[in-house]
């Protein structure tokens, strides 16, 4: 099994003392994940940030083995992480697809959806230019795994999220609410400052 071509990181993990496991979205063939040698090196610790964009390649025997993954950086979003309301963004967006998607499973609407939220984040730092496109990805990922999840008319962005958050929390994650919507909320609380900031 080889597959090649763009991928969004959305997880990375240490592995052994100098590789790592990085979990990442393509368009073509879904999440897919692989073992990186020497990932933990100070060249690859920059490339293997959730959010950027490369160029990959998994190579594995049989679909069951774990990859091996290589990487080339093609877009870096790693200063945006030095800013706490987009590094809350890019923390949330990226750890949803890692923990809702099957692995190998082509969902390149979700693909274009997390790139256009990345983008938003990157071209419009306040919340103002991206807190929407997160909420109708949030839709999207919820509709593509089958669990509704359609536009309602006239509701504010910050009532489509907690629609959004709930619905996360009674289809996809259950008992793990803890551990994977806590980047959620990290977001949210961010978001509510954010505001009283602006109406402050």
């Known amino acids: ?86 590094a809350a963004g890019i923390d949330w967006v990226t750890a949803l697809v890692a923990a809702a998607l099957p692995e190998g499973q082509p969902y390149p609407a979700l693909y274009d959806g997390l790139s256009g939220v990345l983008d938003a984040i990157e071209h419009a730092p306040s919340a103002r230019g991206w807190a929407l496109a997160l909420a109708r990805f949030e839709r999207l990922l919820l509709m593509a795994l089958g669990f509704g999840g359609a536009p309602s008319v006239d509701v504010s962005v910050r009532d489509m999220l907690r629609a959004n958050g709930s619905a996360l929390d009674e289809h996809l994650f259950g008992d793990r609410r803890t551990d994977i919507l806590a980047a959620r909320e990290r977001l949210m609380d961010r978001l509510d400052r954010a505001t009283q900031l602006r109406s402050g």
Do not use: C, K, W
Request: hydrophobic share 45%; aromatic share 2%.
């Open 1 to 86: 099994m080889i597959v090649t071509g763009p991928a969004i990181i959305v997880a990375v993990r240490s592995h052994g003392e100098h590789g790592a496991i990085v979990r990442a979205l393509t368009p073509r063939d879904g999440l897919q994940a692989g073992y990186v040698r020497g990932g933990r090196s100070r060249r690859l610790r920059p490339v293997l940030v959730p959010g950027n964009l490369v160029e990959a390649e998994f190579r594995a025997r049989v679909e069951e083995q774990l990859a091996a993954a290589t990487v080339e950086l093609a877009h870096s979003r790693a200063p945006l992480l030095s800013e706490p309301l987009p």
